[in-house]
């Protein structure tokens, strides 16, 4: 294209056109917004080599591991059509541009989604632990799955209640978008392919356990968090320590004593869900009329006030509810600590009113398992009696 | 020499940091700290990466031959985008305001749409691997006709501390990157272009001053060589000699590539394993490496040690390149036997690679694979030399001369900034930008209006101090008076030891204005100003007070009868001198009492006083 705008007269490449103008790139690489009457075409680019021809040396000595790609940071990329970040990467592009991968296993890969996580679905949490128990069927040593960072502990939580697994079920994602030298998706990866090739035998996530490139901390599933909206170290273990750490760039994997051992569990699949459930977090002053929106709902978890609490007014709808049919759980906007409506009156209300303490339970972790114990077992009461015993390490049998 | 024979061209990018409050993509404040006040260290790996086109920048490819650890210093004015830890917030208005106030004064036209780009640069010194940085406006031009191309503004990068530590205090800081074409003949002309651009800078009153704050980046080619980028020269005064110094660089490069062509020489493909020849040697280089390669350069004795420019070699050339594979330098036959090499080693050498009278032979001395990496990097450089001169960005050692850095960075090490939105430029926010004056014409301007004489104008309209002058002469003080205090008294001081710096603006106004109130006499000032300095600390009030209090300690107001008094003893106790010597006795008892008087009263009081009582006495 040739420009003229005032004293300006150049050529540049037309790369697309956004909010009515025309991003033209010039020669020196940089990008000019451009009205589209002041373009001129005035030829055709030459057609761009294809993208990197690199291929990752499969050693057949090495056990095979497979990743399972469903989109994220992690595989992103810049989209000329919104010029934001977009997820376009599969597997193999990843494989591509981390190497290094290569010196610890061999890889199979298998695309669930591409998708950002805020798009992520039960439906798509259920494809992923199928696409899971179908690779440990076909004999993997263990399963790295690429997820945004946003909901990946939801996922991660969702498919250790699905899924029995022998061998290590990583969830890893990146921060830092993977287009930028100082990424941390390649750490990160080359950290969860070292606990995937190792010695776990539970789901977990793997990601940077402090703002330094020198380990990467190993998360139970159903205690974990994202606790910071942007840092590296984002991902934290709550109410217990990590599961263990990965020394980079050595890769040399430590892992705690609690950490479930590979081979301790049988494959299984139990992948029903039920979607009528709800994550519903009370503030002061929240009409009690906002729970007639959950009517014919099964489940509802509600994240209260310290202990456990929603306000006094709040009890005869929770009551009409409960009677309806709805299974109540309750948990806690601290995070931190237990909950325990024994306490104060109104505590105790909510009990007589029916509400479950969800323990310690994580607010989305409690969601999640309330959609899989309600998906696989029908009676309210065994159901409730479910959602307070410890299933796939999601509650603390004491606080420390 | 004749450099329009040689087909100089050259062209200059100016980089001026930008006296902002915040940074250019963070709210962090724009100051220097000291190392010492760190909070804290992290560390982090790069690695290069593609752009949206799929290609690998090849400088930055250079640059990651080695995987290399980067260790930041952080500090309480340092934030999570420095950290590389948050998103950027939007661009900084304050600095684009300035960044198209400076392209309106050279003349340029704003971009319709500014579009953030990420700069590739994966040496360490940005935390994200990237250097944010945007196109704000196109051709310019300069009074002898010359062409700025472009004007960028873009984040300054992290200061390093020591190896692969870096300091990101700097990280950020707002700067404008201006690009003149490569319209340059002569060495001279190139300083002067850079003068100017600096002057148009500084007329905003809105740069940072003071060493490091500005940078050239100098391109040199001549007819026959290749287009050359040095970087970082801070001091203008070198701008000529750098530009001389690459000519000369690049002539010799050619006379070499023509001698070696006349030889037909040529690069012996084959790496020679020698480590064994060395098992006995005294060198303590060699002693410790693991593995020594050798390198036939055929065809090339004589010419790897001539000198290229003052202490550059084409055997530095090689070392440079072989440096990015983390070795620490290479030896050739031209400079041995040295550096504890015998000649009986440098013969057996030559030997057992089959290297004749002509030939030069180029070790490398490290671990198996960096030694491996350095042979080929000398290889590489070797076969450029049979080609002329290698495009490369340099960066400029002390008095001029330049060491190799990378190759020039292509297009495809610039990458869309996707958490910044494009700015729109409109007409409006373009016609609003205000011109300020020009420092040039501020000084003509001082001499007509102030009858200040034109080398001291000069100096005001182009000091740090402009702004306290023009707030004094405002508010009443005499020009000349306003002008001497500032530059050369203070620096006198200054000169003598006292911390002028400490003594605040509103001080040295208030000063001033108590002066021209007859409040202190103006040969008080520099009494006045070194008790300020040494009471900066402690001194509460206001300025005036302030002043008031040094007034009342060193220069306490001496009444019309007490100068008098003062003056008739005086000459009354040298009566005989001033007898001899008749109105003559006038200077040199002036000094006396002015002496006395410690300047609490002005000279021409003094001086009349004195006159009268001289004359009643030899009457």
Redesign the interface.
């Known amino acids: 294209m040739r420009y003229a705008n005032g004293g300006t007269a150049l050529t540049g490449i037309y790369i697309a056109e956004r909010d009515g103008m025309a991003v033209i790139k010039l020669d020196s690489g940089y990008n000019i917004g451009a009205s589209p009457e002041k373009l001129e075409r005035v030829g055709r680019a030459a057609p761009q080599p294809p993208a990197g021809a690199g291929i990752v040396i499969q050693d057949p000595a090495l056990p095979e591991l497979s990743i399972i790609s469903t989109g994220g940071t992690i595989a992103s990329r810049i989209d000329y059509r919104t010029g934001a970040v977009t997820s376009q990467f599969s597997a193999n592009d990843i494989l591509r541009s981390i190497p290094e991968l290569g010196d610890i296993a061999r890889y199979r890969d298998r695309q669930v989604a591409s998708i950002l996580s805020e798009n992520m679905r039960p439906a798509i949490w259920q494809a992923l632990a199928r696409a899971i128990y179908d690779e440990i069927r076909h004999g993997t040593s263990g399963v790295i799955v690429t997820h945004g960072t946003d909901t990946m502990a939801s996922s991660a939580a969702a498919v250790r209640f699905m899924l029995r697994t022998p061998v290590p079920v990583v969830f890893v994602g990146s921060q830092r978008s993977a287009d930028r030298p100082s990424s941390d998706n390649a750490m990160n990866t080359l950290c969860s392919a070292a606990v995937a090739a190792g010695d776990l035998g539970e789901v977990a996530v793997v990601m940077h356990a402090t703002t330094n490139d020198d380990r990467c901390a190993v998360h139970r599933a159903t205690r974990v968090r994202k606790m910071h909206t942007s840092r590296r170290d984002a991902f934290q273990s709550m109410g217990m320590a990590p599961l263990g750490s990965v020394d980079y760039p050595s890769l040399a994997v430590t892992l705690s004593d609690e950490a479930v051992r590979r081979g301790a569990e049988e494959p299984g699949l139990h992948d029903t869900l039920e979607e009528r459930c709800a994550l519903l977090q009370f503030y002061p002053g929240m009409p009690p009329g906002i729970l007639d929106a959950f009517e014919g709902y099964a489940g509802l978890v509600i994240v209260g006030t310290g202990l456990g609490h929603v306000a006094t007014d709040w009890i005869p709808k929770l009551r009409d509810r409960i009677e309806g049919g709805t299974t109540v759980v309750m948990t806690s906007q601290c995070l931190h600590g237990r909950v325990c409506d024994r306490v104060y009156n109104t505590g105790r209300d909510l009990l007589r009113a029916g509400v479950i303490e969800g323990e310690d339970m994580l607010p989305e972790v409690a969601l999640v398992k309330l959609m899989w114990v309600l998906g696989n077992e029908p009676d309210p009461e065994r159901a409730g009696v479910l959602m307070q015993t410890d299933l796939a390490g999601e509650i603390r049998r004491r606080s420390i | 020499m004749d450099y329009k024979d040689l087909g100089l061209k050259a062209g200059i990018e100016i980089h001026q940091q930008l006296d902002t409050a915040e940074k250019l993509f963070c709210r962090c404040p724009t100051v220097l700290r000291d190392v010492a006040d760190r909070t804290g260290e992290?560390?982090?790996?790069?690695?290069?990466?593609?752009s949206?086109?799929?290609?690998?920048d090849r400088a930055?490819e250079e640059e990651m031959k080695l995987?290399r650890?980067f260790c930041y210093y952080t500090y309480d004015t340092v934030c999570?985008v420095d950290?590389?830890?948050?998103?950027p917030t939007p661009m900084n208005p304050e600095a684009l305001d300035i960044c198209l106030t400076i392209a309106k004064m050279l003349?340029m036209?704003p971009?319709?749409?500014?579009?953030t780009?990420?700069?590739?640069v994966?040496d360490g010194s940005n935390?994200?691997?990237?250097q944010r940085?945007?196109?704000v406006a196109?051709?310019g031009t300069l009074p002898d006709g010359c062409r700025i191309e472009?004007i960028?503004l873009e984040e300054e990068a992290a200061q390093r501390v020591e190896g692969e530590t870096f300091s990101l205090d700097r990280l950020g800081i707002p700067l404008v990157e201006i690009t003149t074409a490569p319209c340059m003949r002569t060495p001279e002309a190139v300083q002067e272009v850079a003068a100017y651009i600096g002057m148009v800078l500084r007329s905003t009153g809105r740069v940072k001053r003071g060493l490091g704050t500005i940078r050239q980046d100098i391109n040199v080619s001549i007819a026959g060589g290749a287009r050359v980028e040095i970087k970082g020269v801070q001091e203008l005064d070198l701008i000529a000699e750098v530009v001389r110094r690459e000519v000369d660089r690049q002539t010799s490069l050619l006379a070499i590539r023509d001698a070696l062509r006349d030889r037909g020489a040529r690069v012996d493909r084959t790496v020679v394993d020698v480590t064994a020849l060395f098992a006995g040697t005294k060198s303590a280089v060699l002693k410790k490496a693991k593995s020594i390669l050798a390198i036939r350069l055929c065809g090339f004795a004589g010419l790897v040690g001539r000198e290229i420019q003052p202490g550059r070699r084409l055997g530095s050339e090689m070392s440079d390149y072989a440096k990015k594979c983390g070795v620490g330098g290479i030896f050739h036959t031209d400079e041995l036997p040295a550096y504890g090499v015998t000649a009986e080693e440098v013969a057996r050498l030559r030997e057992f690679v089959g290297a004749g009278d002509d030939d030069c032979v180029a070790i490398v001395a490290a671990s198996r694979e960096r030694a491996g990496c350095a042979a080929e990097q000398v290889m590489i450089r070797a076969d450029m030399a049979l080609a002329g001169v290698p495009e490369e960005t340099r960066k400029m050692l002390e008095e001029g001369s330049s060491a190799y850095m990378r190759p020039l960075p292509?297009?495809?090490?610039?990458?869309?900034e996707?958490d910044v939105?494009?700015i729109?430029l409109s007409g409006a926010l373009w016609e609003g930008i205000r011109v300020p004056e020009l420092l040039t014409d501020r000084a003509e301007r001082f001499v007509r209006e102030f009858g200040l004489d034109g080398a001291l104008a000069r100096q005001v309209a182009f000091s740090e101090r402009l702004p306290l002058f023009e707030r004094a002469v405002a508010a009443g003080v005499r020009p000349t008076l306003a002008a001497r205090t500032l530059l050369a008294t203070c620096r006198e001081l200054a000169r003598g030891g006292v911390a002028i710096d400490r003594v605040s603006e509103d001080d040295i106004l208030a000063l001033l204005s108590a002066v021209e109130a007859g409040r202190a006499a103006k040969e008080a000032i520099p009494d006045l100003l070194a008790e300020l300095a040494r009471t900066a600390d402690e001194s509460a009030g206001t300025p005036r007070e302030r002043v008031d209090a040094a007034i009342a300690k060193m220069a306490p107001a001496v009444s019309q009868a007490d100068v008098e008094s003062i003056v008739r003893r005086i000459v009354a106790e040298r009566e005989a001198f001033a007898r001899e010597k008749g109105m003559g006795a006038l200077g040199p008892l002036m000094g006396v009492v002015m002496q006395e008087l410690r300047g609490s009263v002005d000279g021409k009081v003094v001086s009349e006083t004195l006159r009268r009582e001289l004359k009643r006495l030899l009457s």
């Open positions: 992290f560390y982090r790996y790069l690695r290069a990466t593609e949206e086109l799929g290609e690998i930055a995987v650890k999570l950290h590389d830890e948050e998103p003349g036209t971009v319709e749409q500014i579009h780009m990420r700069k590739l994966v935390t994200s691997g990237f940085t945007a196109l196109l051709s472009t960028c292509g297009a495809a090490r610039m990458y869309p996707t939105f494009p729109a």
